[in-house]
């Protein structure tokens, strides 16, 4: 699966984005899928997972509350909506596919398709 991320850009403290993962060479239905972000000298970690069914969502300590992922499958996207963007949420954005009919899983290691990033900077 080849996976295409975009949305990203620079944008003031406050504001907001939305991400968007398409994929294309195999559907997403059914699979968890992942968005992760790493930050320059720092390690990818995660943003935010989604269960293949969509029903369950996990989102990392730093973005609950101002991120939400969603999925569309029928387009064999993904999206995060990203609100009240902080310097600090200043990273390339990942999209990623994890195993199918999975739960969500917040392990790195556990997907293994990868889009090529999309770069997302908040200017305080």
């Known amino acids: 699966v080849q996976l295409q991320a975009s949305g990203g850009g620079l944008v003031q403290a406050g504001g907001s984005l939305r991400l968007s993962c398409v994929a294309s060479?195999?559907?997403?239905?059914?699979?968890?899928l992942g968005w992760f972000r790493q930050a320059p000298g720092k390690e990818r970690e995660l943003v935010a997972v989604?269960?293949?069914?969509?029903?369950?969502?996990y989102y990392g300590n730093s973005v609950k509350g101002r991120f939400t992922i969603s999925r569309y499958d029928a387009k064999d996207t993904l999206y995060l909506q990203m609100n009240n963007l902080k310097p600090e949420d200043t990273a390339v954005y990942y999209c990623?596919?994890?195993?199918?009919?999975?739960?969500?899983?917040?392990?790195?290691?556990?997907?293994?398709?990868w889009g090529q990033g999309t770069q997302v900077t908040v200017s305080s």
């Open positions: 990623a596919v994890g195993d199918r009919w999975s739960a969500g899983s917040t392990v790195v290691e556990d997907y293994e398709d």
């Open positions: 060479g195999r559907t997403l239905r059914n699979y968890g």
């Open positions: 989604i269960s293949w069914s969509g029903d369950n969502k």
